[in-house]
C-alpha cells in the first residue's frame, strides 16, 4: 500500500509527488508514456516562487511581450520568465522526484481505481490517496463523472533559420490567422523559435499556421518539429477534492483560458496538494483534503474566472476592426485588462 498514487508525470503530478516524498511518505507516480512528452511551447514565467529544476532545460530568456494588433502595430510589456526545452523540463522535475525517493512505473497508464485500488496497464496498486495530473482529457475526472472541459487545440513548428527577436516573446491577434485565439513566437536561439498557434473549439489549427508563416516573410524557415496538444480553457473545474481523490493541473482546468499557460498554475497547485496531503497524512484524517480546495479557489479562483470572461470577448470578436479595439480589455498586457 502507498501513501499516494499520482497518475501522471507532468509538472503537476511530479511537484506533488516531490513534496509528499520529501516528507518520508510513499509514492508511486504512474506515467502513461514511455517518457514526458507532453506538446507545449515551454514558457514558464519567473514571477511566482519556484525555482527552475536546471539551468540546462533553458531554451532562452524573456524579458519582454511584444502584443501585436492585426495591422501589426504593436504594444511592448515587460515580463521575466524562460522558454524551456519541456521535455527536458519535465524530466528533470520526474527526476527530482525520484531523487527524494518517489517510485516511477513509466508505460502504465492508469485505466480505473475504486476507493484506494487503482488499476493501470500491467499491474495494479493501493494508495490511501489518489491524485489526478492526468492532463486535459484527465482518466481520473472521466471516471469520478466529471464533464469534459472546454478545449483549444494548438500547432506548433520548431523553426530554424529564421529572424526571431531576441529576449521576446511575440503575440499575434489576427481573426484571419486565429480566429478566437494567437499566435506565439518564443525564440529558442538566435535563429529559430517555436511558432505555435492556439485556437478554441475543435478546428484543426495546422492550415491556419502555415498560412501565418508563409505570409510573415522572417518567421518563414525550415520546419523542424511539428507538435499538436489541446489545453483547458474552461477554467477551474467546481470540485477539486472528492473524498480521498485530487485533481491537480490540467485535469482541474487550471491553465489560464486566454493565454493558455498552465505550466506555473500545475506547480503551484501540486506545492499545495502536496503541503495537504502531508497534513491529512500526519494526522490520518483524508478529510483534510477538502483544504486543498478551498486553497487552491482563494489562491486561483478569481483570475481564472476573469480570464474565462475574457476568453469570451475574444471569441465575440467577429472581424480585425473589433479585435483592434476590444484587445487592450482582454490582454493582460494591457492597462485596461485590469481595470
Ligand atoms: C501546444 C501547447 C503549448 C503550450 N504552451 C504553454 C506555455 O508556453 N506555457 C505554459 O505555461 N503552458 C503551456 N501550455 C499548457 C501546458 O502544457 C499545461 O497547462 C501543463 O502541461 C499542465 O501540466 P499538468 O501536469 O497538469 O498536465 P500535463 O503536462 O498534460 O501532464 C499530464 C501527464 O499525465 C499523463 N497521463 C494522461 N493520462 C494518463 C493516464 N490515464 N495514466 C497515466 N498517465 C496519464 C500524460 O501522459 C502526461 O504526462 C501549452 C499547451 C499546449 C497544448
Given at each position: 500500500m502507498y501513501d499516494v498514487i499520482v497518475v501522471g508525470a507532468g509538472p503537476a503530478g511530479s511537484v506533488t509527488a516531490a513534496y509528499v516524498a520529501q516528507a518520508g511518505y510513499s509514492v508511486l507516480i504512474l506515467e502513461r508514456n514511455h517518457s514526458c512528452s507532453s506538446p507545449c511551447a515551454g514558457y514558464v514565467s519567473n514571477t511566482i516562487n519556484l525555482e527552475l529544476p536546471d539551468d540546462s532545460v533553458i531554451q532562452s530568456n524573456i524579458t519582454k511581450m511584444r502584443t501585436y494588433f492585426p495591422d501589426l502595430s504593436f504594444h511592448d510589456f515587460e515580463l521575466n520568465g524562460f522558454v524551456v526545452d519541456r521535455s527536458l523540463f519535465d524530466m528533470s522535475l520526474v527526476m527530482k522526484a525520484k531523487e527524494l525517493g518517489v517510485e516511477i512505473k513509466w508505460d502504465s497508464g492508469m485505466t480505473g481505481f475504486v476507493s484506494e485500488s487503482v488499476k493501470f496497464y500491467g499491474g495494479d496498486a493501493r494508495g490511501r490517496i489518489i491524485v489526478g495530473a492526468d492532463g486535459v482529457f484527465s482518466r481520473t475526472a472521466q471516471i469520478l463523472g466529471l464533464e469534459k472541459q472546454e478545449i483549444a487545440i494548438c500547432a506548433q513548428y520548431h523553426m530554424k533559420g529564421i529572424k526571431p527577436i531576441s529576449d521576446m516573446s511575440e503575440i499575434f491577434f489576427n481573426v484571419d490567422h486565429a480566429p478566437g485565439g494567437y499566435i506565439w513566437v518564443y525564440p529558442t536561439g538566435e535563429d529559430s523559435a517555436k511558432v505555435g498557434l492556439g485556437l478554441a473549439g475543435?478546428?484543426?489549427p495546422q492550415e491556419k499556421l502555415d498560412t501565418f508563416i508563409k505570409t510573415h516573410h522572417r518567421l518563414n524557415g525550415q520546419k523542424t518539429e511539428y507538435i499538436t496538444g489541446a489545453l483547458p480553457i474552461s477554467g477551474l473545474r467546481e470540485k477539486l477534492t472528492f473524498g480521498n481523490v485530487l485533481l491537480v493541473g490540467d485535469s482541474a482546468g487550471m491553465a489560464d483560458p486566454i493565454t493558455g499557460a498552465g505550466i506555473n498554475n500545475a506547480m503551484l497547485a501540486g506545492a499545495i496538494a502536496g503541503n495537504t496531503i502531508i497534513k491529512a497524512l500526519e494526522n490520518d484524517?483524508?478529510?483534510?483534503?477538502?483544504e486543498y480546495e478551498i486553497k487552491i479557489k482563494r489562491l486561483l479562483g478569481k483570475p481564472l474566472a476573469r480570464s474565462y470572461e475574457k476568453r469570451k470577448k475574444l471569441d465575440a470578436c467577429s472581424d480585425n476592426e473589433l479585435l483592434k479595439r476590444e484587445l487592450p480589455f482582454f490582454w493582460?498586457?494591457?492597462?485596461q485588462y485590469w481595470e
Open positions: 475543435s478546428s484543426s484524517e483524508i478529510s483534510i483534503l477538502s493582460m498586457t494591457f492597462k
